[in-house]
Each structure stands twice: as structure tokens, then as C-alpha cells.
């Protein structure tokens, strides 16, 4: 029983999009299917909310699947129940079979023992590779080891791996990116990075709380008022220890629907009715500088709308830099992934995680309970 990460975006035609955790998990299902192992895989998709709903059905990763690995994937229409049981009872050696979403029972986010033990009761041994759910103390990634001889999967352990040798013994000097929207989602990242991280580099529209209380004019761009003591603590703390880089100038505009008057700034100043969307040149040009010199490198969260090709320069040249430097890079975050794929250079980093919120946990110094529970069970 291998509990994958096929939480893969699907358009509006149910068509997949990106199916980069299918290709990471291949891994492990080859190997196990090697050894002639019968492979049932669990999953979830989306957020159904333990209702069945058909355009989060698993079968369109079943269909590409079966490409990636070049044999027959069959799809169960249930993840649990009496056809389960006796479908994967009678499975070959080295047959790989699909059970349908694991979200279509509240169950499985309530990590009901009964529901856990079902799903363990079809397998003979437990493989967690869902690196990206491992945050999450669900039936499928806690509840099963309580019933069955649990590891895990390759994946999960280079994702492990590192992340703890980044965090443990990174080498030096150690450069933590930090982007994104709100300084809210990431203090507690930021609170861990300050003992550990030698220089954090701070873009995306967060940057703009900071900036203000640094007493900077921010224009309109994007603040968290309720976030201004936290971040006055932030700054002082940091004191000599470690070095919080902050913009130098931006892209702004003043209207970021229609994206069509933008201009650089001249310094950390933005305008009144002006909005800040991207870091400017000058920047880029002291993140490159930070970046080129550091042994190791942390990237999460990206330096501005970088959906937007207009507001996307900063991102690029921030991506550019970590794979052109020597440094191990380790890239964290949804975002901050489909950023580095944007520009082409997802062969240039070290490692590009598969899970955005369970990486950001990492980040902050947090244990995973999809991990805990393997350990746990080998300590058993």
C-alpha cells in the first residue's frame, strides 16, 4: 500500500496540467514493482470535503499513469469497501491498481481508525512517498501505521534529506529567500530562519510591511497592518546576527488588472496610488550578489506576481542567479516551483520539493506526522 501525492492541477476539461508529482513518485512504484510486489496506490485530489464529486476523480493520473510506466493501471471506483477488497485480492505480481479519492470520505481527514485500518487491511506492508500530504496526520499518512509495517518511499526520503542537511549543516554562508504575499502565513519561517540562516533575502508583496515600518512610503501596494509589531520585533532581533535584505526599488503600477502603465522606481519610495508588483533592478542586482556567494540556498516564495509576464523579471532573475550559482539550492513552495519550471530551470536546482506546505513546516522547524509515524513505528 503506497500513499502517493497525485494532487495534480487539473483544467477545466479535467485534463492534467502539471504531472510532475506523478513523475517523482515513479521512483518508488517501479522499484516495488520490481521486485514483484502487488502495488496499491492511495491518493487524495483537490478538496471534495468527504463527498464524492466526479471532476476529482483520480482517473485522469490512472490514464497518465499507465503512459509514465508503460503498463496497465487499473482505477477502483472507492478507495474502501467489499469490490476493493476482492479486486485487490486477486492482483498479479508487480500489477499496479489506483484506488479512487481518498477525500471522498471525511474519514480520511478525520483519521478514523476504523477507515485506516480498512485501508491497511488490504496490504501486507505500508509505503508512505506523500511527501506533500506528510503535514498532515491523516488515516492514509498516520492512521495506517498503527496496523501495518510501515517505510518510506524514496521521495519522501530525498525530500527528508535535504531539507535536514540544509537545516542541520548547511553549508556556508546560508542564504534564505523569502517571497510571497503576506508576512502573516511566514513569521514563524522567518522566526526559525533567524538562527539558522546567515542572510534573508525578503521580495513579493510581504516585503511592503517591512518597508513600511522601516518608515518607507509603500504607494498602495499590499500591507498587513496588524503585522507591524510583529515585524518591528523581527527587525530588531535580527540586529547583527543575521542580515535581512530588504528592496532597494520595485516595479510598480497602477492598476495590476489591466498591467499597462508600470515604471521602475528610483528608490525604496513608492508613489502615492502606485503599487508595488516586483522587486527592481537595483534588487536583483544585490539578491544576485547575496545569492552568487552563498553555499547553500533556500528559495520560498516568489519576488512578485510572476503569473504575469509583465511582473515577472524579478522572479527570473532571482531563479536565474540560484542556478547559475555553486550553491546547493533547495526550492520550497507551489509558487515558487511553477516559477523556477516558468523560466526553464527546474534541471539547474539541487532540489525542487514536491510539497509546499509540508516544506514550509520543515522551514519552520515544525515535525511532520506522516514522518513521526514512521518513525514511531520502526521505535515499535
Not at 118 to 132: I, K, M, P, Q, T
Not at 227 to 244: C, P, Q, S, T
Not at 345 to 369: F, N, Q, R, V, W
Request: proline fraction near 3%; charged fraction near 25%; charge should be neutral.
Amino acid at each position: 500500500l503506497i500513499r502517493v501525492d497525485f494532487n495534480v492541477p487539473l483544467d477545466s476539461q479535467g485534463n492534467i496540467t502539471d504531472d510532475s508529482r506523478i513523475k517523482a513518485a515513479l521512483k518508488t512504484i517501479n522499484y516495488c514493482r520490481g521486485k514483484g510486489a502487488k502495488v496499491i496506490l492511495i491518493s487524495h485530489l483537490g478538496r471534495p470535503k468527504g463527498q464524492r464529486k466526479n471532476e476529482l476523480s483520480l482517473k485522469p493520473v490512472a490514464a497518465r499513469l499507465s503512459q509514465l510506466i508503460n503498463a496497465s493501471v487499473s482505477m477502483l471506483d472507492d478507495c474502501v469497501g467489499r469490490q476493493v477488497k476482492e479486486r485487490t485480492e486477486q492482483m498479479r505480481e508487480s500489477e499496479v491498481v489506483l484506488l479512487e479519492n481518498l477525500r471522498f470520505h471525511p474519514e480520511e481527514k478525520n483519521n478514523d481508525p476504523a477507515f485506516a485500518k480498512e485501508l491497511a487491511s488490504l496490504a501486507d506492508l505500508y509505503v508512505n512517498d506523500a511527501f506533500g500530504a506528510a503535514h498532515r496526520a491523516h488515516a492514509s499518512t498516520e492512521g495506517v501505521t498503527h496496523f501495518l509495517e510501515s517505510a518510506a518511499g524514496f521521495l519522501m526520503k530525498k525530500e527528508l534529506d535535504y531539507f535536514q542537511k540544509a537545516l542541520a549543516a548547511p553549508r556556508k554562508p546560508f542564504v534564505f529567500v523569502l517571497g510571497g504575499a503576506k508576512v502573516s502565513d511566514k513569521i514563524p519561517v522567518i522566526e526559525n530562519m533567524m538562527e539558522k540562516a546567515d542572510t534573508i533575502l525578503i521580495g513579493g508583496a510581504m516585503a511592503y510591511t517591512f518597508l513600511k515600518v522601516k518608515k518607507a512610503e509603500v504607494g498602495s501596494s499590499r500591507l498587513e497592518q496588524g503585522m507591524f509589531e510583529v515585524v518591528e520585533k523581527i527587525l530588531a532581533k535580527a540586529g547583527g546576527r543575521v542580515d535581512i535584505v530588504l528592496p532597494l526599488d520595485h516595479l510598480v503600477t497602477d492598476n495590476i488588472e489591466a498591467a499597462q502603465n508600470t515604471k521602475e522606481t528610483n528608490g525604496v519610495d513608492i508613489d502615492s496610488g502606485w503599487i508595488g508588483v516586483d522587486i527592481g533592478p537595483k534588487t536583483e542586482k544585490e539578491f544576485e550578489g547575496k545569492i552568487k556567494k552563498a553555499g547553500t540556498v533556500v528559495w520560498n516564495g516568489p519576488m512578485g506576481i510572476f503569473e504575469v509576464d509583465k511582473f515577472a523579471k524579478g522572479t527570473g532573475a532571482v531563479a536565474k542567479a540560484i542556478a547559475e550559482s555553486e550553491a546547493v539550492s533547495i526550492i520550497g513552495g507551489g509558487d515558487t516551483a511553477a516559477a523556477v519550471k516558468k523560466f526553464g530551470l527546474e534541471d539547474k536546482m539541487s532540489h525542487i520539493s514536491t510539497g509546499g506546505g509540508a516544506s514550509l513546516e520543515l522551514l519552520e522547524g515544525k515535525e511532520l506526522p506522516g514522518v513521526t509515524a514512521l518513525s514511531n513505528r520502526e521505535k515499535q
